[in-house]
């Protein structure tokens, strides 16, 4: 089976940082997702991770740990239109498995 | 690159009638398309899984017969909820992915929101 665990809810201030915790135990592991998804919207992608480490784009990183079952999402200098929810994904033999998603709020 | 359509973008429908949901890759030959669906506040759920010119695998609990998806080209496959009921009302999502795009990405169309009376 796949369980994959995520925060419910963070709140950080504009310009702050922000860093989503994912942990997960699956059957297979092919690599770990990031999507944001805002409200009444559909994914859209934003990382991809399949070795260990960093993986850095702008604003985003991105980072796993196969050992640990383990993965965070880092969101730098935090905006507005960051508010979202952020899904962890991961693809085990065949398909993607999803975590609950994480709602982010940005506040001024 | 890698854009996913969908139609309709949300349907009104009345409890019994059938609705069919399409789903493109516009700018890529998507191997495989995915179909999710999600209910508020909750996380997607994969229904069914469909490659070009074979027959779907749907997830355990899904009625294969009440969700008939089709995949008839490398750039379409449609959803169809027949005999719609009220609990059916959903988010209805596809996704479509590549072999060949080096790291098998699925990229989502922007759903359907289906409401049945």
């Known amino acids: 089976g796949q369980n994959i665990d995520q925060p419910t809810e963070m709140t950080a201030t504009e310009g702050a940082i922000v860093q989503i915790n994912c942990t997960y135990q699956?059957?297979?592991?092919?690599?770990l997702f990031w999507y944001q998804q805002h409200a009444g919207e559909a994914p859209t992608f934003l990382s991809y991770n399949v070795l260990d480490g960093l993986e850095e784009k702008g604003r985003f990183s991105s980072f796993l740990s196969r050992s640990k079952g383990y993965s965070y999402l880092l969101l730098k200098e935090l905006q507005m239109k960051d508010s979202a929810s952020y899904l962890c994904a991961v693809r085990g033999d065949y398909k993607l498995s999803f975590g609950a998603g994480t709602t982010v709020t940005v506040r001024a | 690159g890698a854009v996913v359509s969908q139609h309709p973008s949300w349907v009104i429908c009345k409890s019994g009638t059938s609705v069919k949901i399409e789903c493109r890759s516009l700018d890529f030959q998507a191997t495989t398309m995915f179909w999710y669906r999600q209910f508020p506040k909750q996380s997607l759920m994969l229904m069914a899984t469909s490659n070009e010119g074979s027959k779907a695998t749907y997830e355990q609990g899904v009625e294969k017969d009440k969700f008939l998806i089709n995949h008839a080209s490398l750039t379409l496959s449609t959803l169809t909820v027949t005999s719609a009921h009220p609990e059916d009302s959903s988010f209805y999502i596809c996704s479509a992915s590549a072999e060949g795009r080096g790291r098998e990405t699925q990229y989502f169309g922007p759903g359907t929101r289906l409401l049945v009376l």
């Open positions: 699956t059957s297979g592991f092919n690599g």
